[in-house]
C-alpha cells in the first residue's frame, strides 16, 4: 500500500471536518467532465481550494508525524503545480461535494469553477489528473462548450490523462476533419457559433461538390430537372449530412444557430460552389 492509500480515509474527518448545513443546495447549469448535467453539490466548510490548501498548511505545520507532514506536503505541491498549469488561482475554484464521478464542472451562468472535493481529498490522485480537470473546466469559461472539443483542447495542452470524453473527441475530429483542429480552435466562439459553423460549411461543401455533387447536378440536368429543382437534391443531403455530423461532433455549438441559420447559409455556399464549376 502506497503511503498516501492509508491517509485517504484517516484524515477525512480528522483534518477535513464538514459543518452541518441543512439548505438545499441550488440548481446550477454546469458542464461537467462526466457526461451529465448535475445539481450544484452542497457546500462545504472548506470553499475553495485556497481553503484546502490552506488546512493543509496549517496540519503540516501543527503535526508532529514527519511521514504525516511529507504526504500532506506532497499533495499540496500536487495541487498548486495543477493550478499553476491550469492558469488559475486557489481562491478562484470552488470545492464542492459532487455525486460520483463528477470531477469537476463549469457554471456558464455565474463563470465559476469548482472541482470535487472528493478528489481534492484524494491524496493517491496523479498530479496529471488535477491537471486535465483545472484545463477542461478553464476551456470551458474561456468558450469552448463542446466536451469532446474540450477535452482535444485539454489534451494538447497539458497531455491529459486518457479516458475522459474519448468518444466525444473521436466523434469532434472526424466532424472537423476536413477543417483542422488548430482552425476549429481559432473560430470556435461561444457568443459568434456562426465564425466556425459557416468555415466548416464552407469547406465540406467544396469536398462534397467535388466528391460527388458536380456530378449529381449534372445527371439531374440531363434527367430533365430544371436547375433549381436538380440543386435542391443537393441542398437536402448537404444539410443532413452536415448538420448530423455537427450533432456528433459539436451539439453545443449546433445548439447555438439560430433556427434555420444552416440550411439558408448553406443554400448560399452550395450556389456558389455550382457557379465557380
Known amino acids: 500500500m502506497r503511503d498516501e492509500e492509508k491517509y485517504n480515509s484517516m484524515f477525512e474527518k480528522e483534518i477535513f471536518p464538514e459543518k452541518e448545513d441543512d439548505t ?82 463549469y457554471d456558464p451562468d455565474g463563470g465559476s469553477i469548482a472541482i470535487s472535493l472528493d478528489l481534492l ?10 491537471d486535465t480537470v483545472l484545463v477542461h ?28 470524453y474519448e468518444a466525444e473527441q473521436k466523434e469532434a475530429m472526424r466532424t472537423f476533419d476536413r477543417v483542422g483542429i488548430e482552425k476549429v480552435f481559432e473560430l470556435y466562439e461561444r457568443d459568434n457559433p456562426e465564425r466556425l459553423t ?22 439531374n440536368i440531363q434527367r430533365g430537372m430544371g436547375s433549381e429543382e436538380a440543386m435542391s437534391f443537393i441542398w437536402r443531403d448537404a444539410s443532413d449530412e452536415m448538420k448530423k455530423a455537427l450533432e456528433n461532433g459539436a451539439p453545443r455549438l449546433l445548439e447555438k444557430l439560430d433556427e434555420g441559420y444552416l440550411e439558408k447559409k448553406l443554400k448560399k455556399i452550395l450556389e456558389k460552389s455550382k457557379k465557380e464549376e
Open 24 to 105: 438545499p443546495a441550488e440548481e446550477e447549469n454546469t458542464n461537467e467532465v462526466r457526461l451529465q448535467e448535475q445539481e450544484t453539490p452542497e457546500k462545504v466548510s472548506v470553499d475553495t481550494m485556497g481553503d484546502f490548501i490552506d488546512v493543509l498548511k496549517m496540519h503540516i505545520l501543527s503535526s508532529e508525524d514527519e511521514e504525516v507532514r511529507k504526504v500532506l506536503y506532497h499533495h499540496m505541491v500536487k495541487l498548486e503545480g495543477s493550478l499553476v498549469a491550469a492558469g488559475l488561482r486557489a481562491d478562484d475554484i470552488y470545492a464542492r461535494k459532487t455525486p460520483k464521478g463528477i470531477l469537476g464542472y
Open 198 to 219: 459557416e468555415y466548416y460549411m464552407e469547406v465540406e461543401a467544396e469536398y462534397l461538390w467535388n466528391e460527388k455533387y458536380s456530378r449529381a447536378y449534372k445527371e
Open 137 to 164: 473546466e478553464r476551456t470551458h469559461k474561456e468558450g469552448i462548450m463542446d466536451e469532446g472539443l474540450c477535452q482535444k483542447f485539454t489534451a494538447k495542452k497539458i497531455g491529459a490523462v486518457h479516458g475522459i
Open 121 to 130: 481529498k484524494d491524496f493517491t490522485a496523479d498530479k496529471k489528473l488535477y
